[in-house]
């Protein structure tokens, strides 16, 4: 199973990971090599802030975070947690999920 987080805005990726009112955080069981199972859950923030994402992060066994804006050092954190950060993404949540899936996803990249 792969987590995958999300931070939002709307029905768009936050521009700064720790400031993010919400996340999305999807999980994907595989049960082939080609098919597998997408559930979805949205976490609200009452006070966004760096230390409520890093543990929920490290409460949900996230594996993958896929963002606009994080800052160096907490992306240099994460990797050294095994995390792996796409990072400079950004506009509307759905196609930038789609992009990932199919293995097209790389930082810098904008879906508007």
């Known amino acids: 199973?792969?987590?995958i987080?999300?931070?939002i805005m709307d029905d768009e990726l936050s521009p700064r990971f720790d400031l993010a009112p919400k996340v999305l955080i999807i999980s994907i069981t595989r049960e082939t090599s080609a098919m597998g199972t997408l559930n979805e859950r949205v976490i609200d923030f009452e006070t966004p802030s760096a230390e409520a994402?890093?543990?929920?992060?490290m409460a949900e066994n996230i594996q993958t975070i896929i963002c606009a804006g994080i800052e160096n050092e907490v992306f240099e954190f994460l990797?050294?947690?095994?995390?792996?950060v796409v990072d400079n993404v950004c506009g509307q949540v759905d196609p930038i999920l789609e992009a990932y899936l199919a293995g097209q996803l790389s930082p810098g990249q904008f879906y508007f």
């Open 5 to 7: 987080l999300i931070p």
């Open 1 to 3: 199973m792969e987590n």
């Open 53 to 57: 994402m890093y543990r929920l992060v």
């Open 79 to 84: 990797k050294r947690k095994g995390i792996k």
